[in-house]
């Protein structure tokens, strides 16, 4: 598969544009570990525009972790194409535009998903941005505003008239934000429309190998992206790729994981400071599946999630690896 020129391979598996979890050092690991692709945390146009340091430092990104791309939001065109140009002074290899984002402070302002309710703007902003810019230009959405509004399969064919390259969609509405399954039958639907040309990504509740085989060979996608199942679980992208590939390579032990934590958090800590580095870890220590099944767990995860030090949480993590040494877990 290809966006424009960057060839991703057969079956490339993405990780998907999340706030506050896709920094820098969490897209390192997760490229190590075999995702095809990886973008930074999505970045407000407007606020680009205006300069916002802790904005333009979304903009950061490593020859290591190529190909990247940084997704951009907003509800104008101006800001829309101004934030593009300054995107790609950056060098991301793809800038991928968000009309799928649900949350209330984004959406209801009219930008991410809320452009589903003003198609003829969403249309225009995707038309002029790629104009504006020689990077490959794609796109994020959902299915629709609704149920009463799925429009996702006229929406990609205006999208690819747009020039896009690809297409990636999140089987949801807007209106269901993250609740209920994903439903992969309209993206299907989109893939198989003989006049789609631009590869289309499929996104939602990849949350494991088996769902992952399943995407590609009954819904037909070119790629898959992968989101909140990375949360404090950056291997997913090897167990992913060693189900697609046919590897019969062991799985990582527990005591593996730990050791990834371990070098995600010192990796924050190096890149950014100590607070701001533990904060960035501490949603993926919360998330990950690693503790599930150690009895009495929860004063060791408070104290975890409490954790100010990088010391002090690594001391935390000795004592967990000392917890399923004692109840005979799997390590």
Known sequence: MKIGNIDLGERPVFLAPMEDVTDIGFRLLCK??????????????????????????????????????????????DAMVEAAKIVEEAHPDVIDLNFGCPVKKVASKGAGAGMLQNIPLLLEITREVVKAVKVPVTVK??????????????????????????????????????????????????????????PIIGNGDITSPEKACEAFSRYGVDAIMVGRATFGCPWIFKEIRDALDGNNEQPLTTDEKLDILEELLRINVERIDEQRGILHTRRHLAATPIFKGIPN?????IAMLRATHMEELLAILEETRNLFAAYLLPM
């Open 141 to 198: 959405t959902r299915l629709g505003w609704n149920h009463d509004q799925l429009i996702i399969t006229t929406l990609a064919e205006q999208l690819q008239d747009c020039g896009i390259q690809a297409l990636t969609i999140h089987g949801r509405t807007r209106s269901q934000m993250y609740t209920g399954e994903a439903d992969w039958t309209l993206i299907g639907e989109v893939k198989r429309n003989p006049r789609i040309t631009i």
């Open 32 to 77: 190590r570990f075999g995702a095809s692709m990886v973008y930074t945390e999505f970045v407000s146009a407007e606020a680009l525009v205006r300069d916002v340091a802790s904005t333009v430092r979304k903009l950061q990104i490593s020859d290591e972790e190529r190909p990247v791309g940084i997704q951009i939001y907003g509800r104008t065109v």
């Open 297 to 301: 767990f929860r004063p060791t995860r």
